[in-house]
C-alpha cells in the first residue's frame, strides 16, 4: 500500500490530501496534521468523493459523433476519411485514435476560421482544470488560432471580485492565509454558505466563535453557520451593497474609521465621505420602513462599530458577485477594510472564498478576455461568455472549445444556451464524463482527472499546490490535447514535453506572481503550498506597505445603490410572486460533474429541493411537487421543503442536477462590469 499526498479535487479551500493507493485502485483519502490547509481535517467531498476517478462511466479517450464526419465527408481530406471510416459506427460514435481525431479538429478549425476569419473561434476554460492546461488553452486560443475570446468559468462566479477589489486595491486576490481566522477578533460572512460550501474554512471559524470571537452572518437567508454568530443578519434580496454603504456610513458618522491609515495609503476618502453621507439610502435608518426588516438600522450599526473597533477579516462568496452590483459591492467590501485599517496585517483583511479549486490560478494564467497572464492587458480583447453566446445566436462564433465547464448546465437562461449551441458549426469538448455539453459536442475528448496528473493549483487564499497523481491512467492531460490539435494544425507555437515544462514557461510569462515558485519548491513544500507573490520567499499578507495599485495608495469610489425589486415591493408593501435564490449543498460541487459520480456522496443528496418559508406553507398545501417559472423558462417539478430557515416571500433551491433545469430560471441580467449572471435573485411564480 502506497501513501502518496497531493491537494483536493474540489472547493477553493484547496486541502492538502494524502491517499493510500494499492494496484493502482484509490483505497482511502484523508488529512495530515502538518497540511496548512487540512490541519487533519477534510469534509465529506475531500474524504469520501474520490471514487469518481474509478467509475466505469469515464469517458473514453476520444468519440466523435458518425454525423458530424459525414456533414463534413465532401471536403474532408481521403486519407483522414478513410482513417475515420475504418473505425465502426457504435451508438452514434466513432471511437478513433488520437491522432486521427487531432487531424479532424484542426482541419475543421482551419476551414471555419479560413471561412469566417479567426475571430470565429472561442474557448471556455473551467476552474478545475490545473494551472498549466488552463495556461495552454489561452496560449492556444490568442496565439496558435490568433482569436482574443477566450474566458473561464470565473464568468459566473467571482469575476466581479476581481474588478471590484483591483478598482480599489489594485489586486483581486484574498489578502491572507485562511490560518489568520486564528488571530482574528471578529468575523463578517456575507453571501456565502460557508459550511456547505467551504466546510474546512467554516470549521476554522466555529472554532474561533468558540473561543468567544463574535461572528456576523449576512445572507437572504439563515444558514447554518448563523446559528454560531452574534448577528444573523439577514437583508432583502438584491441589498448587498445597501448594507455594505450603511456600514461605511455608520463608520463614517460616528468617526470610528481610522484617520491615520487613510492619511497614509488611500485617496479619495473626502470624495467618498461627501457622497456617502449625502445618499439618504445609505444611511441604515432606511430599513425602518422596510416591511420585516425594521430590527436591521440598529444591528448593521452594531455590526459596523464592532468591524471598526477590532481586527476583523470579510469573507464573501457568489451571494455578493452573482447580482447586478456584484462588482461594486466587492468594492465596497474594500471601502470598509481601507477605512477601518483592516487591510494589511494579520487577522485583518479581505476574504473572497472562490468556488472551484483553482479560480484563482485559471484567472491568473490568462484564462479572461480582457487580462493575458499576470493580468497583463491583452492587444484585443474577447467576448466575455454572455456576449460569445451572443455571437453564436448571431452566427459570428463557429466554433467552440469547451474544457472542463459544463455550460449547458451551469449558465443562466439555458433555453438561450441551447438556441446558441445548436448554432455552432464544432464543438470540442474536454470532459471526464458525459454531462449536458458532451451531448452537443461533435468530438469529445475523455482527460486525466485531477487525481491523475500533475499541475498546480492556487486556492482561495493565493496557495500553490503542486497535485501529483495518486493512479494512473492512459488518458490524454488536458493540455496534451490541446498540444495536439495545436501541432496538427502545424503550430510550433505549442511544444511542451511535461506539465513541468509548461509550468517553467509560466513562471516567465508570470513573473510578478510566480517568478520563485519553482515545481522543485512546490514539491518540498507538498502538503503547506506556498501563497503568491512567491519570489524569493511566499507572501501570507498582501498589501503590506502599500496597495498592488500604480500609486500604491488604495482608491475610494463609491457607488450608490439602485432601489428596485424586493426592496421596493417591501417599502410599498406591495409583494407578489417569489424572489428565489440559490446556491451549492455541502456533498456537491457545481455541476456535481465528479460528485454525482461518487455513490456515497450522491446518497447523500440525489435531487434539488426548494426551500420554503413555513410562513407561506398555506401556499403550498396539496401540492406534492412544484414548478417554478420566471420570465425566462421554467424549472422541471421539484420537491419542496418548508422551513422557518427562510423568509416569508423567499425560496432557496439548489442546481447540482440537470434534471431540475433550475438554470432555466435564472436569466440574462448581470453585473454591470462584468456580466455575471445574477444566480442569487429572480422573480417565480409558483405552478
Ligand atoms: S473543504 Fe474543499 S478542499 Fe477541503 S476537503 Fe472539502 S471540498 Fe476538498
Redesign the pocket.
Known sequence: MQEIDSV?A??G???DISATVEDNEIKSVFAKKEGTV?EGQ??V???YGFDFAQSPNRLPKVKIKTSFIQKNELFLPKALKDALYAYPNTDGYIYPDLQSAYALCAWKLKQITTQHGNFSFAAIGGARGNCESSYLLQKFTRKVINSPHIDNCARVCHAPTLKGMRSIIGEGAATNPFSDIKKTEFMIVIGSNTTEA???VANKMIKKVKEGVNLAVVDVREITLAKKAKYNCIIPHEANLLFLNMMAHTIITEALYDETFIAQRSSGFEAYKEEILSDPTANPDFFADVKGYEHLPIMIREIAREYASKKSLIFWGLGITEHLDGSYAAASICNLAVMTGNIGKEGAGLMPLRGQ?NVQGTCDMGCLPYYDPDYQQPLIEGLKTPDMLNAMIDGEIKALFNMGEDIAHIHTNQNKIEKALQNLEFIVVNELFENEITKYADIVFGVKSAYEKTGVYVNAERRLHLSQPLINNDLPDDWEVIQGISKALESDKLDYHDSRDIWAEVQVKVPNRFSGASYEKLEQNRLQGLQWPIHEQETPVLHLSEFRTKDGLAHFRYKKWVKRGMVSELLADKRTDFYLTSGRVLEH?NNAAQTKESEKLLKRHREDVVLVSSEDASYFEGKEYIVLRSYYGKSNPLKFKITKKIKKGTLFVSFHHAKSHINFVFGDEADELTKTARFKSVKVRIE
Do not use: D
Open positions: 483536493c474540489y472547493c479551500v484547496g486541502c487540512s477534510l469534509c467531498k475531500g474524504k467551504h466546510p474546512i479549486n460541487y
